[in-house]
């Protein structure tokens, strides 16, 4: 039996939420992948082939980074950090509905 004292589990109605942020965000994000993957036409057509690279890869990772924390609420561990199993506080989660990380783990990640 899970113990909800101890997980200190999301309420439905937060996570019901998120995710509803997270699959409009998803749908954002696919339909961007499919602007750059069309160079003629696209709001991207006049960038340079490096600009239009970095582009695709920022999108495809903001992309994935949106599917991941989906899947995440499939298994259930949505909303604790990947690194250290920590609970990431539901205001960081508001704030950006696919962290993966609680604020120390993601200090340590990226100084600076
Ligand atoms: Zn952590």
């Known amino acids: 039996m899970i113990d909800d004292h101890v997980t200190q589990r999301l309420s439905?109605?937060?996570l019901a939420a998120l995710r509803a942020e997270?699959?409009?965000q998803r749908a954002f994000r696919a339909?961007?992948?499919l602007?750059?993957?069309r160079p003629e036409g696209g709001p991207f057509a006049s960038a340079d082939h490096e600009v239009a690279q970095a582009l695709r890869a920022g999108a495809r990772a903001a992309f994935f980074a949106v599917q991941r924390a989906l899947w995440r609420i499939e298994?259930?561990?949505y909303g604790r950090c990947t690194?250290?199993?920590a609970h990431i506080p539901l205001a960081d989660l508001q704030a950006v509905p696919h962290a993966d990380r609680?604020?120390?783990c993601r200090q340590?990640?990226?100084p600076g």
Do not use: I
Request: glycine residues 4%; aromatic residues 0%; charged residues 15%.
């Open 12 to 14: 439905p109605a937060h």
């Open 22 to 24: 997270l699959e409009q």
């Open 31 to 33: 339909d961007q992948l």
């Open 35 to 37: 602007q750059l993957a």
């Open 75 to 77: 298994e259930g561990t």
């Open 83 to 85: 690194e250290c199993n």
């Open 102 to 104: 609680c604020l120390p």
């Open 108 to 110: 340590a990640a990226s």
